[in-house]
């Protein structure tokens, strides 16, 4: 059983960066979409950004466009996001996954921005 495991969180001043990682044990990510989610308290679980296969179509939601990054590294099966320009409201659990026929959801990595 394919098993997702995000790292990199953590807790982060307003403006600052930091670098999330994603892998999978069990399983590979194939030639699936994926992408990133976070899910604040309070809210539903939301699409961040996600990445084709080949890295040549990214998309971004608009709260977050020019500030984060998604990349992918397909031989070492893992899936990124660089977060810059931090703000409060990124403040989340922010998960892994395909786009369609997803795995189960990982334990996430918590990213909180505060002063």
């Known amino acids: 059983q394919v098993q997702l495991v995000e790292s990199g969180g953590g807790l982060v001043q307003p403006g600052g960066s930091v670098r999330l990682s994603c892998t999978a044990s069990?399983?590979?990510?194939?030639?699936?979409?994926m992408g990133w989610y976070r899910q604040a308290p309070g809210k539903q679980r939301e699409l961040v950004a996600s990445?084709?296969?080949?890295?040549?179509?990214?998309t971004y939601a608009d709260s977050v466009k020019g500030r984060f990054t998604i990349s992918r590294d397909n031989d070492m099966n893992t899936l990124y996001l660089q977060m810059n320009s931090l703000k409060p409201e990124d403040t989340a659990v922010y998960y892994c996954?395909?786009?369609?026929?997803?795995?189960?959801w990982g334990q996430g990595t918590q990213v909180t921005v505060s002063s």
């Open positions: 069990g399983g590979r990510f194939g030639i699936h979409v």
């Open positions: 996954n395909r786009i369609s026929s997803r795995y189960d």
């Open positions: 990445i084709s296969f080949g890295g040549g179509s990214r």
